[in-house]
């Protein structure tokens, strides 16, 4: 007979996806500050690379609370989402929408995060795996206030270029 599969199962199995997808975004976040038009966008970016980076590592210590020796499983989840925005790099590259595509794209991942740590968090708390709630929350609380920088500079800054003229472009002048 198979075996029953239970919670612990299900929270190793949450915990492996979220693990492939921090080490995909962080493989991603340096393209998109790269490629990003506005400074403060760009700054946000490069200080999610640093965060997603802690991140990785306190996933680590969770699977250690488990005793399970840190392991990814591909997730379908971020590998659409993370695709959706190369394509957008390509499609708006030179346009003055690109950030706004950047920044849809980015809060897509920090949404899927959001949700994922959630659950996680509430699986860990009916474990009573106390340092993995504690660790998790902390990560949690970074996505949250990462996602909120990204509203703002969408709200404040990004909007306001998407509607300008493109910068750089010479203007043809007529002979
Ligand atoms: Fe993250
Ligand atoms: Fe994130």
């Given at each position: ?8 199962d ?63 499983k ?13 394509e ?39 474990l ?17 206030k ?10 404040a800054?990004v ?16 002979t």
């Amino acid at each position: 007979m198979p075996k029953v599969k239970t919670l612990e199962d299900l929270f190793q199995a949450g915990l492996k996806d979220i693990f492939f997808a921090e080490k995909k975004i962080l493989t991603a976040l340096p393209k998109m500050a790269k490629a990003a038009i506005n400074q403060d966008l760009r700054a946000a970016f490069e200080k999610h690379v640093a965060e997603t980076e802690e991140q990785v590592s306190r996933l680590e210590q969770v699977f250690e609370e488990i005793e399970a020796k840190p392991q990814s499983k591909t997730c379908d989840a971020i590998m659409g989402i993370i695709a959706e925005g190369q394509e957008i790099m390509k499609d708006y590259k030179g346009s003055p929408a690109l950030d706004n595509g950047l920044l849809a794209s980015a809060q897509a991942v920090e949404h899927y995060e959001i949700c994922q740590y959630g659950t996680l968090i509430s699986w860990a708390n009916e474990l009573g795996l106390k340092e993995s709630v504690r660790l998790l929350r902390q990560t949690l609380a970074e996505e949250e206030k990462t996602d909120k920088s990204l509203t703002a500079l969408a709200e404040a800054v990004v909007n306001q270029e998407a509607c300008s003229e493109p910068a750089g472009i010479e203007s043809e002048e007529e002979t």
